[in-house]
């Protein structure tokens, strides 16, 4: 990993310029005498004396290309020409960079609304309350019961801090690489709908279709997903169909197992029989989004919801505290 990150890639402008060039008729050559113009020409020197090497591009291009295009690349070009590799793995990274994007905006201001509704009741517990009972206590105002619902509130903040926390720990545990198969092998079995199975699922059928789309063959396709150990749940899910085509199981029962999950293994019924298999799913891709974005939804009114409740509370607190001076006076009247 050291010596890939020392490594000089092509930028993805550059990788997206050659795929445009590739598909407008331009042959590999040409279209690196016209990117060389551009700049990194560090980079195309070492490609052309692969070439002048004899090399074919699809073994060793992988190593000029970006990290995240590099590694769907190395498994396609094993099984398709350049410019196919090199196309179907654009349109994956695109179109997961762009999943991922969407998840990332819409819980960015549900998250922030809550960290800071919580920072902003401890800055207000650390800061101005404590100066606030101190004038109290100087002028021999008794606090006690103004000082229930704060406390209150501290104490379920600090519950509330300690629960988020744990879940994150949680999640950066069962989430890693290590044992996010194992996660999802127990989610998938009792809790088939949660966020994680349908993300999986949905990815599968992402890349399936773009091997589709090339016409690979299902047992090519499935070959590829198998070397993707980058990303754990789609070689898991591909070698799961693969178990059931080793024991002589039709497609359609190989798309069975319990790990797999059943609005997919429906579409992918249907799809054998229909002979349109990119087609179905590229609906089932559709289906899938709408369904993740729904949870989502869901998860971020929730943190709002959580969020406004606590920013309301210490509006009342707040409240609270303003109105001291006014029962000093009246204590000392």
């Not at 990788?15 to 042959?27: E, H, Q, R, V």
């Not at 020409?41 to 060793?60: S, T």
């Given at each position: 990993?050291?010596?890939?990150?020392?490594?000089?890639?092509?930028?993805?402008?550059?990788?997206?310029?050659?795929?445009?060039?590739?598909?407008?008729?331009?042959?590999?050559?040409?279209?690196?005498?016209?990117?060389?113009?551009?700049?990194?020409?560090?980079?195309?020197?070492?490609?052309?004396?692969?070439?002048?090497?004899?090399?074919?591009?699809?073994?060793?291009?992988?190593?000029?290309?970006p990290a995240d295009k590099a590694f769907y690349f190395t498994c396609f070009a094993s099984f398709l020409p350049f410019r196919e590799s090199l196309k179907v793995t654009m349109d994956i990274v695109r179109k997961r960079k762009e999943a991922a994007d969407a998840i990332r905006k819409a819980l960015f201001y549900p998250l922030t609304l809550l960290c800071a509704a919580i920072s902003g009741v401890f800055l207000f517990d650390r800061t101005i309350l404590p100066n606030m009972m101190s004038l109290m206590k100087t002028f021999s105002v008794k606090t006690g019961s103004q000082m229930i619902l704060p406390r209150v509130f501290e104490v379920c903040s600090i519950i509330l801090i300690a629960v988020c926390v744990l879940g994150a720990g949680g999640a950066a545990v069962f989430l890693s690489k290590k044992r996010i198969v194992d996660t999802y092998r127990y989610l998938a079995v009792k809790l088939p709908d949660c966020l994680l199975v349908q993300y999986a699922s949905l990815d599968f059928a992402r890349i399936f279709c773009e091997c589709s789309s090339v016409s690979l063959s299902t047992r090519s396709s499935i070959a590829i997903m198998k070397k993707l150990k980058d990303r754990p749940l789609i070689p898991f899910i591909a070698s799961e169909m693969e178990k059931s085509f080793l024991m002589g199981e039709a497609m359609k029962d190989a798309v069975q197992s319990p790990y797999i999950e059943k609005k997919l293994a429906r579409f992918f019924h249907l799809a054998i029989y229909a002979g349109d298999t990119e087609n179905m799913l590229k609906g089932y891709q559709e289906m899938s989004w709408k369904r993740t974005e729904r949870r989502i939804r869901i998860l971020t009114s929730a943190i709002q919801l959580i969020a406004y409740t606590w920013i309301g509370i210490m509006l009342v607190i707040v409240y609270q505290v303003l109105m001291m001076p006014l029962g000093m006076l009246r204590q000392i009247g």
């Open positions: 990993m050291k010596r890939r990150q020392k490594q000089i890639c092509l930028t993805d402008e550059a990788c997206t310029d050659l795929l445009m060039l590739l598909n407008s008729g331009f042959s590999f050559q040409e279209s690196m005498d016209l990117l060389e113009e551009e700049g990194k020409q560090q980079v195309w020197q070492k490609i052309r004396r692969h070439l002048i090497n004899g090399e074919e591009a699809g073994r060793f291009m992988g190593k000029y290309l």
